[in-house]
């Protein structure tokens, strides 16, 4: 019968945290610092990703709003063949400085 007094006593006075060995918390807080640094690196990611894309589209605008601008002011065929020559060349150019930044 003391026995099971003892025991009454023992679980009354427990909390959650008595019941669990001191290296399971330890193990649980380092795993969750973990799993926040990974989510802050993928977050700083996405976060790279997305200003890339940015400016690259920026650039893309800007092109576009300079052949925009120089076809209008175009005269001719020739005229309109050269500035449609350049800003083929300039967006090929941005095409292949862009896949070697992003590769896959």
Not at 44 to 51: K, L, T, V
Request: glycine share 2%; with cysteine.
């Amino acid at each position: 019968m003391a026995k099971k007094e003892y025991h009454t006593e023992q679980t009354e006075t427990a909390t959650p945290f008595s019941l669990i060995p001191s290296e399971f918390i330890t193990m649980g807080k380092k795993h969750i610092h973990e799993c926040v640094k990974a989510h802050s690196e993928l977050l700083d990611r996405f976060q790279e990703a997305n200003r890339s894309w940015l400016d690259h589209l920026q650039s893309e605008a800007a092109l576009s709003a300079e052949f925009a601008s120089k076809m209008t002011a175009v005269r001719s065929i020739p005229d309109a063949a050269t500035v449609l020559l350049e800003w083929t060349n300039r967006h090929m150019e941005m095409t292949t400085v862009r896949r070697q930044a992003c590769p896959g």
